[in-house]
C-alpha cells in the first residue's frame, strides 16, 4: 500500500522546488537573484570562537579574528545598493533597518497595504537622491550592477562588477561578482574569483611586500559561496574542507541569538555541511549537521525540511526539539508564528490536538486558512487515518493555489491511487507531470503508480526505480518499489528494498514494519518479531504495528496476550479518527483469537462487526461458518460458508471448511440408529457388532451364512412395539413386495 507510507515517507521528503543539476541523486535549489532590498546591520557582533581544527591550515589569527566577526551575520549587510564604509572582511552599513507592519494587522487591508508600500518608496527614492550627491563612481557602478542583476541583464552585471571589483579588490564586491557567475552556471569562474591568490589591493592600505591570500580566508560569506560552486563541480571533498567538517564555529547559541539580521551565514553554512555529509552516506554526520544548521537559526527551513521532510528524527525526537528551539531569542516577535507554522508539519501521529489548535490560529489570527503549507498539514492528518476522499479533496485545493507544490503532490498521487474511480485522472496527471518535468522524481513516480493501481507489478517497479535514481532521497518511490515485490511474493528482494529504505530514512518505523511482515511471510516468526518490536520502539502509536503484533502471538499460540495487542491496536485506531472499515482486518484477527480459546460469543460478535464494516468480506463469513461448526450448528456452518463461497468462490480455504463439515454432517447421520421396516429394535441394538463380525469373516475368506429369524427371536418387547407402528410397516412392506412380484410376472408373460 504505498499510500500509508507516502507520509511514510509521505513524507519523506520531495526533492526541493527547483533544481539545477543533479549530483549523485542530490537536488539543490536554483538560487534566485537577489532583489533591491537595503542592508540591515545587527543588533550587535557576536563573538563566538572558531574551530581552528576544521579550517584552512593557511589561515592567520587575524584572519580567524575577522571571521569570528562574521560569525552571526547574513548576507543582507553584504546589500549592493550601497557602499560598505568598513574595512574588508566587515559588514557594517550607513542605512537602519525600516520596520514594517507586523502579520497581525486587520485583514482586508490591501489598499492601506499599498498606500503604505507607495510611501516607502517615496521616501527610499528622495533618500536616494539625497544621498546621489555623496556617490562616488564605484557607488553608482555598484547600484547599475544590482539593477541589472535585478533584471535578468547578467553580462551588464559582470561588466560593471568585474570593473567595480578591479577597482576596489573588496570582498563583498568579488562576493557579487562571484553571485553573477554562479546564477549563470559559471561555477568554475565563480570558485577561481574566491579562492585565486590575490597580491594586496593598492586600496586595502596593507604593505606591497604581503603575502598574497584568497578572499576565502577573510570572508565568511565568500567561504559559503565558494564551497556551493565547488559542491556544483562534484568537488564534495573540497567543499568539505571549506565548510569544516564539524561545527564551523563555537557553541550554538548566546550572542548569536542576538537580533534579526535575516538567516545567518553559520547556519547556511551548517546546512551546505549537512548537504555534503548526505551526498558522501554519512547520513548520522549530516543529522548533525541539519540539527546545527536549525539551531543556529530558525528561519532556516530548508534544514526543517531535511529533517522533518526526509524522516531523519523518530515522532518523538522530532516534537521535542522542534518545540525547543530558541524562537523567541531568534525571531522576537515573531516566535510564535514560526512556531506555529513548524508545528502543522510534523508527523500526525501524536500532538494531534497541539497540531489542529496550532493550525486554528494560523487561519483566524493571521489568514492563512489556504496557505500551501498550512493545508498540506490538513492533509497529512487526514491521510494518516486513511480517510483518502477526504484527503484528496484537501490536496486538489493545495494544487490549485500551488500546481507544483512539492510536500502535496505524493500525498495527492496515493489518494488517487488508492480511490478506483480516480484511476483515469491519475493517468492524464502523471502524463502532464512527465511532459512538463520529465527529469523529476515525482513524474516517474505517478507513472509507477498507475501501473501499481493496475496490478501490473513489473512495470510499476521499473518506473519507481527510475524515480529513485533521480533522487535517492525520495521515500515513497523506496517504498512502493519495496511493495511491488511484495504483492508479487518475492519476499527476499521485498526485504532488502525495504532495508535500503531504512537506511535512508532511519527516522521512520515503517521499513522496519514492512520487513517484519514480510518476514511473517516467510514463516520467520523469531525475525518477525524482533523487526516489529523496534517498529514499536520508534513509534508505539501505531495501531498497525500492533496488529501485526497480535498476529505474531496468535502465531505463537498465546491468545490472551493476542487479544490484549488487538484490543490496544483498536483503540488506538479511534484516535486515529480515521475510517472504521480501514481496521476490519485487526477485528476479524480478534474473532479468531476468541475463536481459538473456545469464546464463541465474542468471536462471533467480531467477525459480525467485520460484516457490519465489510460487506464484501468472504473471510468474515468463513470466521462465522467455523465458530458456528465448532458450535455445532451445521446447518447455520453451511450456509454461511456458502455466503463466503458467493463473495470468493474457489477460495481453497472456504472449500476446505466445507468440506469438513459436509464430511461431520455425514458421520453424525451413519452413526445413528434408524429404525428400518421389517427390523426389530433389538437387532438395531446389535448392528454395529453384527457388521464388525462381517467384516471379520469377508477378510478371513469365509462366506458368512444368512441367520433365519424363528417366531421365538421375536420378544414381547417386539410385539408390543410392532403393535405402536412396525406391524403398519410391516404389513406397508408386505404390499410392496407383492406389487414387485405381480409386476416381475407380467413383465416375464
Not at 534566485?32 to 542592508?39: H, I
Not at 513548524?342 to 486558512?369: N, P, S, W
Not at 474457489?650 to 461431520?664: A, I, Q, S
Amino acid at each position: 500500500m504505498p499510500a500509508r507510507t507516502s507520509r511514510a515517507f509521505e513524507s519523506a521528503s520531495p526533492p526541493p522546488a527547483q533544481s539545477t543539476s543533479n549530483l549523485g541523486g542530490f537536488s539543490f535549489s536554483s538560487i534566485p537573484p537577489p532583489g533591491p532590498s537595503r542592508a540591515r546591520p545587527p543588533a550587535r557582533r557576536p563573538s563566538a570562537s572558531f574551530d581552528l581544527s576544521n579550517t584552512s591550515s593557511s589561515l592567520t589569527s587575524d584572519q580567524l579574528d575577522n571571521l569570528r566577526r562574521q560569525s552571526g551575520l547574513s548576507t543582507l549587510p553584504l546589500s549592493p545598493r550601497r557602499p560598505s564604509t568598513a574595512q574588508s572582511g566587515s559588514t557594517a552599513t550607513t542605512r537602519a533597518p525600516r520596520r514594517t507592519s507586523g502579520l497581525s494587522r486587520a485583514h482586508g487591508g490591501d489598499a492601506d497595504e499599498s498606500i503604505t508600500e507607495g510611501h516607502e518608496m517615496e521616501d527610499e527614492a528622495r533618500e536616494m537622491e539625497g544621498d546621489a550627491e555623496d556617490w562616488t563612481l564605484v557607488d553608482r557602478m555598484r547600484n547599475w550592477r544590482n539593477d541589472a542583476m535585478t533584471q535578468h541583464l547578467y553580462s551588464t552585471a559582470n561588466f560593471w562588477g568585474s570593473k567595480i571589483f578591479g577597482l576596489t579588490g573588496n570582498p563583498n564586491d568579488a562576493f557579487w561578482l562571484a553571485q553573477v557567475h554562479f546564477y549563470t552556471h559559471q561555477f568554475a569562474q565563480a570558485e577561481n574569483i574566491l579562492t585565486a591568490l590575490r597580491p594586496p589591493h593598492p586600496t586595502s592600505g596593507e604593505p606591497p611586500t604581503a603575502l598574497p591570500r584568497r578572499l576565502t580566508d577573510s570572508s565568511l560569506a565568500c567561504r559559503y559561496l565558494a564551497a556551493q560552486c565547488q559542491v556544483r563541480l562534484g568537488k564534495w571533498e573540497e567543499a568539505l574542507e571549506m565548510v569544516g567538517r564539524g561545527q564551523i564555529l563555537g557553541n550554538v547559541g548566546g550572542n548569536e541569538d542576538q537580533g534579526d539580521g535575516g538567516v545567518k551565514l553559520t547556519a547556511s553554512t551548517a546546512h551546505l555541511r549537512g548537504l555534503i555529509h548526505l551526498h558522501l552516506g554519512a547520513t548520522d554526520l549530516a543529522k548533525d549537521s541539519f540539527v546545527e544548521a536549525l539551531s543556529r537559526d530558525v528561519k532556516c527551513f530548508e534544514s526543517f525540511e531535511m529533517l522533518v521532510g526526509s524522516e531523519m528524527m523518530s515522532s518523538d525526537e522530532e516534537w521535542d526539539f522542534i518545540q525547543g528551539l530558541r524562537y523567541q531569542a531568534q525571531t522576537g516577535e515573531d516566535a510564535e508564528f514560526v512556531r506555529m507554522m513548524y508545528t502543522v508539519r510534523l508527523k500526525k501521529i501524536k500532538h494531534r490536538d497541539e497540531m489542529t489548535v496550532a493550525r486554528q490560529r494560523l487561519t483566524d489570527e493571521f489568514g492563512l486558512g489556504d496557505d500551501p503549507d498550512v493545508l498540506f498539514g490538513l492533509a497529512d492528518e487526514l491521510y494518516t487515518g486513511m480517510r483518502f476522499a477526504e484527503c484528496f479533496r484537501v490536496t486538489s485545493k493545495v494544487l490549485a493555489i500551488h500546481s507544483s507544490h512539492r510536500p502535496t503532490l505524493p500525498l495527492h498521487l496515493a489518494c488517487m491511487h488508492h480511490l478506483p474511480n480516480l484511476r483515469s485522472r491519475l493517468y492524464l496527471l502523471a502524463q502532464e507531470l512527465v511532459e512538463n518535468e520529465p527529469d523529476d522524481a515525482i513524474s516517474w513516480y505517478a507513472v509507477g503508480l498507475w501501473y501499481f493501481a493496475g496490478r501490473r507489478w513489473e512495470e510499476s517497479r521499473r518506473y519507481f526505480g527510475k524515480s529513485v535514481l533521480i533522487d535517492s532521497r525520495f521515500g515513497p518511490a523506496w517504498i512502493a518499489f519495496a511493495h511491488s515485490y511484495a504483492y508479487e511474493g518475492e519476499h527476499d528482494q521485498a526485504i532488502t528494498a525495504y532495508s535500503t529504505a531504512l537506511r535512508h530514512f532511519q527516522g521512520t518505523h515503517l521499513p522496519l514494519l514492512f520487513i517484519g511482515m514480510q518476514h511473517l511471510g516467510l514463516s520467520n516468526v523469531a525475525l518477525a518479531q524482533e523487526y516489529l518490536e523496534a517498529a514499536k520502539t520508534g513509534c508505539p502509536d501505531d495501531p498497525l504495528v500492533l496488529n501485526e503484533l497480535g498476529v505474531i502471538a496468535h502465531h505463537n499460540g498465546l491468545y490472551d496476550e493476542a487479544i490484549t495487542l488487538l484490543r490496544q491496536a483498536l483503540a488506538l485506531a479511534k484516535k486515529v479518527q480515521g475510517s472504521p472499515a480501514a481496521w476490519s482486518t485487526t477485528h476479524l484477527n480478534l474473532g479468531h483469537a476468541y475463536r481459538k480459546l473456545k469464546r464463541f460469543p465474542e468471536a462471533h460478535t467480531s467477525f459480525r462487526q467485520v460484516i457490519h464494516l465489510d460487506p464484501r468480506s468472504g473471510a468474515a463469513y468463513a470466521g462465522l461458518g467455523l465458530v458456528e461448526h465448532q458450535m455445532g450448528n451445521y446447518q447455520e456452518s453451511i450456509s454461511r460458508y456458502h455466503e463466503a463461497l458467493s463473495i470468493t468462490p474457489g477460495d481453497p480455504v472456504t472449500c476446505d471448511l466445507l468440506r469438513l463439515v459436509l464430511e461431520d454432517v455425514a458421520y453424525s447421520i451413519s452413526s445413528e440408529a434408524f429404525a428400518f421396516p421389517g427390523i426389530p429394535p433389538s437387532k438395531l441394538r446389535s448392528i454395529d457388532q453384527q457388521v464388525a463380525e462381517l467384516d471379520a469373516s469377508i477378510a478371513l475368506g469365509e462366506m458368512p451364512a444368512s441367520p433365519a429369524m424363528s417366531v421365538q427371536d421375536i420378544t414381547e418387547e417386539d410385539i408390543s412395539v410392532d403393535r405402536t407402528g412396525e406391524g403398519e410397516g410391516m404389513s406397508q412392506s408386505f404390499g410392496g413386495d407383492a406389487e414387485d412380484g405381480e409386476e416381475t410376472m407380467d413383465m416375464s408373460g
